[in-house]
């Protein structure tokens, strides 16, 4: 018990710091090699240079991976946030209408169909309880053009433990988050 207290500690530090770091910085270090700048909402995003969303009729959702392990009374809640983040990212993007065809199957993708496949991992996850610890997500995430990755992100929302702001609140506000920068983005682009 002792042994939780002290890394959940060590990491609220880490996370203070890294926050404290990135209000002076408006560009991190990706992996790949890649640069991130930051969002406001999504926190950070890399795009390939040139990329704008446009010219894609269909994007595949596919199922929400994971970088971490999560304790093990709390595999059910991890393993239903994990469907919660595809479920809904998948519904945020068909809410916004910037494809015709949003799936979360690879079998639901029509034939000859110009797609662009989200892949997305929790690297960080914290169920929450009553006794004052609060809920915490955080998403990886990348659309890919066939292989080639297109856009990156990292973001991370916590919950608070009256149960006013729920973990699948925080999933739902990251979703539309991303719904928005990404319609954002194709409108920038779409334009003569």
Sequence with gaps: MKHNLWLWAAAGLAMSFLGACALTSKTYPGPGGITYRRDKNLHKVWLAQGFNFTGYD??????????????????????????????????????????????TRESDIKRGAKVLKLE?????????????????????????????????????????????????FEVRAMAKSLAEFVGRRAAQGSRP
Excluded at 58 to 64: Q, S
Excluded at 74 to 92: I, N, T
């Design 120 to 168: 997305t991992q929790i690297t960080q996850f914290r169920k929450g309880n009553d006794t004052g610890v609060s809920p915490i997500i955080a998403v990886y995430g990348r659309m890919l053009d066939n292989a080639r990755p297109v856009f990156q992100f990292e973001s991370r929302r916590t919950g608070d433990t009256a149960g006013s702001r729920p973990l699948g």
């Design 58 to 103: 269909t994007i595949y959702v596919a199922d929400t991976g994971a970088m971490v392990a999560p304790f093990r009374e709390e595999s059910q809640a991890f393993d239903f946030a994990k469907r919660l983040v595809r479920d809904e990212f998948a519904a945020a993007i068909q809410e916004k209408h910037l494809f015709q065809n949003v799936v």
